[in-house]
T-cell receptor, first 117, second 117 residues
Framework: DTGVSQNPRHKITKRGQNVTFRCDPI?????LYWYRQTLGQGPEFLTY????????KSRLLSDRFSAERPKGSFSTLEIQRTEQGDSAMYLC???????????????FGPGTRLTVL | GENVEQHPSTLSVQEGDSAVIKCTYS??????FPWYKQELGKGPQLIID?????GEKKDQRIAVTLNKTAKHFSLHITETQPEDSAVYFC????????????????FGQGTILTVHP
């Protein structure tokens, strides 16, 4: 399967703990996105990368959230000092991203469901 | 920022009937409009997309229409089948904070489609 993969698929943690999620995009996709989805809502944009450069971060991404894509391949999303309000599905998507001024097709992974107790 | 409204929130049809889901967007500069299908516990799957230079696009039983003047676009599913039952999301591309890149999507709230056999 050459689609977007995310690990872990499920994560249960206690409030105050740190968690890290990983996303492996489709091979040769230059652009990688992180979204958050709460129950009954559409995905909300968090941040995205063009290769290793983080181009934009949403205001939803508080100081407790950090994302990296060090070599322009896989990405990690870390949440520090988790809160119950962080409970959600965290989705990763990737796209070819050959030209910066065109929105190209985004392919989503299966998501990581985070539950903060 | 961009705002995408989606209606209806739930839609129930009989197998073989047609289903129509409508979305409106606020940013006249949006130029890319995908539709995603999401099944329980899975990430969104692209089913069809349309760009602003096209008014209609069709792929077998699925079609999308775009009215740029009115800033709305619609998903049409004909000859519905029980396996079409899922949550459907529309989305629109929006500019990043620099106003030059269209890297991210704003999603509607979703429509729960139920197709009864």
């Amino acid at each position: 399967d050459t689609g977007v993969s995310q690990n872990p698929r499920h994560k249960i943690t206690k409030r105050g703990q740190n968690v890290t999620f990983r996303c492996d995009p489709i091979s040769e996709h230059n652009r990688l996105y992180w979204y958050r989805q709460t129950l009954g809502q559409g995905p909300e944009f968090l941040t995205y990368f063009q290769n290793e450069a983080q181009l934009e971060k949403s205001r939803l991404l508080s100081d407790r959230f950090s994302a990296e894509r060090p070599k322009g391949s896989f990405s990690t999303l870390e949440i520090q000092r988790t809160e119950q309000g962080d409970s959600a599905m965290y989705l990763c998507a990737s796209s070819l991203g050959l030209t910066i001024d065109i929105t190209d097709t985004q392919y989503f992974g299966p998501g990581t469901r985070l539950t903060v107790l | 920022g961009e705002n995408v409204e989606q209606h209806p929130s739930t839609l129930s049809v009989q197998e073989g009937d047609s289903a129509v889901i409508k979305c409106t967007y606020s940013d006249s500069a949006s130029n890319y409009f995908p539709w995603y299908k999401q099944e329980l516990g899975k990430g969104p799957q692209l089913i069809i997309d349309i760009r602003s230079n096209v008014g209609e696009k069709k792929d077998q039983r699925i079609a999308v229409t775009l009215n740029k003047t009115a800033k709305h676009f619609s998903l049409h599913i004909t000859e519905t089948q029980p396996e079409d039952s899922a949550v459907y999301f529309c989305a629109a591309s929006i500019r990043d904070a620099g106003g030059t890149s269209y890297g991210k999507l704003t999603f509607g709230q979703g429509t729960i489609l139920t197709v009864h056999p």
